[in-house]
């Protein structure tokens, strides 16, 4: 027995590292075991500039790494440049997470600008701004010479809490690795990099997944370029009008508008509209973005693009820069394009209003597929009771969930005995498994994807949608 645990042991390690210390120092009767510190991220492995989805441009400057633990799942999205550029920042909402920013509002007059850093992790991730500058001093390209420091800023989005099951964080070597594997021209789109776990519209309950999006656009030799994460309390919408991605109350129009929501407000948000509580938890929420141009502007004129994109993004996401949100914005010019507006055919105007176009395509680009709802299998209710049998057991997802998993006279059931629930399972309270089909299982009648399997065995995969969480087993029952 103790030779297949411990190979099992082997092949979680990758997923829950802090669960091989926990099935060793527990017993095979189900004894507590001892606590166990969730923060040994040392076999975790990078996962470099993922995705099906990208944009293509044509911007050498411009370079973008992406990586991710998917173990977590969390990432980090770098945006560096060939040379240096010059920033401003516009901070708005109610709870911003940010790295250098007080120094970027300064506003001198000279380019200063390294990486703009996007990081899951809450104010965790924080280190991956930080972490992206050493990288540049480690690998000889900035020194300690005080006009040579590597200047990186960044922002953060929350991801944590009961978005998942375990709390790995962003740290300093997966955004090195981000900043080491950034390549110009290719961006990743959908739930990938900083955007690998963000959500949309929790004010209405809609539990969307999100991600990051790209857009870029050229007129004549003027560049724009937007990249942004949107993990927004509002729901994002498209320009016709309608909401773009959300779970929907049964009594909702089938042809979903923000201002049906925003009409009823606040009534979109008591029962009858919105989803349960554990939905809406208010510090889940935020909208990292960047514009960049290669005009070179003044910095008056750098700042009121960073005010303008800014402001402009309330009509992708409503509402927009609530009490909950933490919104930042970095604009950017890389000034390649070196002319007055005289002689250019964008006058400063239009650039703001032609870049704010371009930022509403990059959120809605940030929009992956929504993951259907699972339906129960048309079948009995009851199955074989020995193979039910196999599955039972009490799975660790990490070292305050874990999820009890039982059989009885034909149906099997399950529920949370760590300190949290696991998503639609409750804590201390059994509820009884539908099945999908084959291994696979669902919670019935929940508004929301999910999925558990069993089809590893010793192994239990909880997917709410475009992750998974991975639990061993650590008793028989």
Excluded at 157 to 175: C, H, S, T, V
Excluded at 403 to 418: C, E, H, N, P
Aim: glycine share 10%; net charge negative.
């Amino acid at each position: 027995m103790w030779s297949s645990l411990a190979s099992l042991c082997v092949k979680a390690a990758r997923f829950c590292p802090w669960i091989v210390g926990a099935l060793f120092c527990g017993n095979s009767l189900g004894q507590e075991s001892p606590h166990v510190p969730s923060s040994d991220q040392s076999s975790l492995v990078p996962v470099l500039n993922a995705g099906d989805r990208v944009l293509r441009f044509d911007w050498p400057t411009l370079q973008i790494g992406t990586a991710e633990y998917e173990e977590g799942p969390t990432g980090v999205t770098v945006v560096r440049f060939a040379k240096r550029v010059f920033g401003a920042v516009d901070v708005r909402g109610g709870g911003p997470g940010t790295v250098n920013t007080d120094y970027l509002r300064i506003g001198y007059e000279v380019p200063e600008l390294d990486a703009v850093v996007f990081s899951g992790g809450s104010w965790y991730g924080l280190e991956s701004t930080t972490a992206v500058a050493t990288a540049m001093k480690d690998d000889g390209l900035r020194d300690g010479l005080w006009d040579n420091v590597a200047f990186t800023v960044g922002a953060i989005i929350y991801d944590l809490g009961e978005r998942r099951l375990n709390e790995i964080y962003p740290d300093k070597r997966l955004a090195q690795a981000a900043y080491r594997a950034a390549r110009p021209g290719l961006f990743a789109l959908g739930a990938q990099g900083a955007g690998r776990i963000a959500k949309t519209g929790g004010i209405f309950g809609c539990g969307a997944f999100s991600g990051q999006g790209a857009s870029f656009r050229q007129i004549g030799d003027l560049k724009l370029a937007a990249f942004v994460v949107v993990n927004a309390f509002g729901v994002v919408t498209r320009r016709d009008g309608r909401v773009a991605a959300c779970y929907a109350d049964a009594g909702w129009p089938k042809d979903l508008h923000t201002t049906d929501l925003l009409a009823g407000y606040p009534a979109s948000r008591r029962p009858g509209w919105h989803a349960s509580s554990s939905d809406q938890h208010a510090d889940h929420n935020t909208t990292v973005s960047l514009i960049v141009t290669n005009q070179k502007l003044a910095r008056a004129q750098l700042e009121r693009l960073a005010t303008h994109v800014h402001s402009s993004m309330s009509r992708a996401i409503q509402p927009f820069s609530t009490e909950f949100d933490g919104d930042v914005l970095y604009a950017v010019s890389t000034a390649e394009l070196d002319r007055s507006v005289d002689e250019s055919e964008t006058p400063n105007v239009d650039l703001d209003v032609l870049a704010a176009e371009v930022m509403w395509d990059a959120i809605l680009s940030s929009v992956p597929e929504q993951p259907t709802i699972a339906s129960p299998a048309a079948r009995a209710t009851r199955m074989d009771s020995g193979a039910l049998r196999t599955y039972s057991g009490d799975y660790v997802f990490s070292p305050f969930v874990t999820v009890s998993i039982s059989a009885d006279a034909g149906r099997l059931f399950a529920q949370a005995t760590g300190k949290r629930k696991a998503y639609a399972i409750p804590l201390e309270q059994r509820i009884e498994l539908q099945i999908l089909g084959g291994t696979q299982f669902t919670v019935s009648g929940n508004r929301y994807p999910l999925v558990l399997d069993f089809g590893k065995p010793g192994t239990l995969v909880i997917n709410p949608g475009h992750w998974q969480q991975i639990g061993i087993r650590q008793a028989i029952h």
